[in-house]
């Protein structure tokens, strides 16, 4: 194996980390959008 090829393996290793977080902070603030939005509504029955 290459050096090149290492390279490679490791830039896709982190592409690979990099969209598993973003997909998982993306599904933790729709949570908590919905989450104030469920606040907000009880507040306006309130």
Known sequence: ???QD???RY???EIQVD???SVYF???AKKQI???KKK???LKIL
């Open 19 to 21: 969209r598993a977080t």
């Open 40 to 42: 907000e509504k009880i």
């Open 26 to 28: 993306n599904n933790y």
């Open 6 to 8: 290492l390279n490679y």
């Open 11 to 13: 830039e896709m290793q």
């Open 34 to 36: 919905e989450e104030v």
């Open 1 to 3: 194996m290459s050096y």
